[in-house]
């Protein structure tokens, strides 16, 4: 089949954010306290061979997708210049069809991040939004979602027209997608809390655009950040980092996923790295019917509804982290496209995540569909490590938390 009559077979169309990742090697003799005794002003630091990479949720989502063989259409903004060339060049490296529906700016600069990952020291990013802030609802076509019946957008905080003036690009965006007929998805991203998209209405933007969404995706962090913002700023005081998932339960777990219910999701997927993944849904039966094409199939509706659920990760040896969310989420779109079953879809977001991490980039590690769910179903066991859930139960299916009412 050719890469322009695959793209339009596509079922599931991932759009938004995506970007050019360059990482250097770090030898291990630069080991230094910091990174302010590592880049002193004026001193020279040899490195390796750089690695190139594609980021953001286009490319994790997406490749992850595709390596699970999932049929996909790829939509990110890219500009015309060098950095747009190697992106379309990677992609096209994975499969030739993948590049077919990018979009490609007159004017503006590709996207991309430094990663400097000294050893024994944390990671900082240098990221360069590029044409990603210019992304607009004009972007996605109406011929351009023709035969999909999902489309997932990923990374509204680092576009800038995604969350200026409230939220309204964004909400005209998935307002058009949604009344094209296909199931809504949306994944967020955390934004520097100095920065223009960190002092935004995210409270204000949520409540506008979730009636649009069917599934929504973010992290703990993330979200915890935009509708508790006093909790997240006393809990990062308190003990002094801004990496939280330890301290989520299951009442802070309930409080949130409430809350987006209420603003109009139909099911809500919360990210907790080594911790998890955590689902909450809708009770009303019509709103997961109104999902779309992706929507409980009737057999299942029933178990679908007014659930609250969480799975621990697999066990494995882990190599890297980058992009575990993402394909975390891959495995959980897959799932819900299938038609499978709620601990079916969930299992397969965990176990598509756990073989993300088995490899140091985001998506090497992702194996085809059916040899995730062959894994799944052996003896892999999950990680015993969780957070507080008081009141539920256990063990429901493979490890599965259950909170019953």
Excluded at 79 to 86: Q, R, S
Excluded at 341 to 364: P, R
Excluded at 384 to 391: A, E, H, I, K, T
């Amino acid at each position: 089949m050719s890469g322009a009559l695959q793209a339009a077979a596509a079922d599931i169309v991932i759009a938004g954010h995506i970007c050019l990742d360059i990482i250097p090697k770090i030898h291990g003799n630069n080991q230094a306290a910091g990174l302010g005794e590592l880049l002193v002003p004026g001193k020279l630091l040899d490195v390796g061979a750089a690695v190139l990479a594609t980021g953001g949720a286009v490319s994790n989502t997406g490749l992850a997708l595709y390596r699970l063989g999932f049929p996909v259409k790829l939509m990110g903004k890219i500009g015309d210049d060098l950095f747009g060339g190697l992106i379309l060049s990677i992609l096209k490296g994975h499969g030739e069809e993948l590049a077919g529906s990018m979009i490609t700016a007159a004017e503006g600069s590709s996207s991309y991040t430094i990663v400097i990952n000294p050893p024994g020291i944390d990671r900082i990013f240098l990221h360069c939004t590029g044409v990603n802030d210019s992304f607009a609802s004009e972007d996605v076509t109406v011929e351009s979602l023709q035969g999909a019946k999902l489309f997932h957008f990923g990374y509204p905080p680092l576009m800038r027209r995604m969350y200026e003036d409230g939220g309204a690009e964004l909400e005209t965006l998935l307002t058009k997608v949604k009344a094209q007929g296909l199931t809504v998805s949306l994944d967020m991203a955390r934004p520097d809390p100095q920065s223009q998209a960190g002092q935004a209405d995210w409270r204000g933007i949520l409540a506008r655009v979730l009636p649009s969404v069917d599934v929504f995706l973010p992290s703990f962090e993330e979200i915890l950040y935009m509708l508790q913002p006093d909790t997240y700023r006393e809990l990062s005081e308190l003990h002094g980092t801004s990496e939280l998932l330890a301290f989520a339960n299951g009442s802070i777990l309930g409080s949130l996923s409430e809350e987006l219910l209420d603003m109009g999701a139909a099911m809500v997927g919360l990210k907790l790295g080594e911790y998890g993944f955590y689902l909450r849904t809708t009770g009303k039966r019509e709103r997961l019917i109104a999902m779309g094409p992706c929507a409980p199939n009737e057999d299942n509706l029933s178990a679908w509804q007014d659930r609250e659920l969480l799975a621990p990760c697999f066990q494995v040896e882990v190599i890297g982290t980058t992009g575990a969310g993402d394909c975390t989420i891959a495995g959980f779109l897959g799932g819900l496209s299938k038609g499978l079953a709620v601990e079916e879809v969930l299992l397969g977001a965990v176990g598509t995540g756990a073989c993300c991490v088995e490899k140091a980039d985001a998506v090497s590690g992702i194996r085809s569909w059916s040899d995730v769910q062959e894994r799944i179903h052996s003896d892999w066991e999950h990680s015993n490590r969780s957070v507080p859930l008081p009141g539920w139960t256990y063990g429901i299916r493979q490890g599965i938390w259950e909170l019953k009412r």
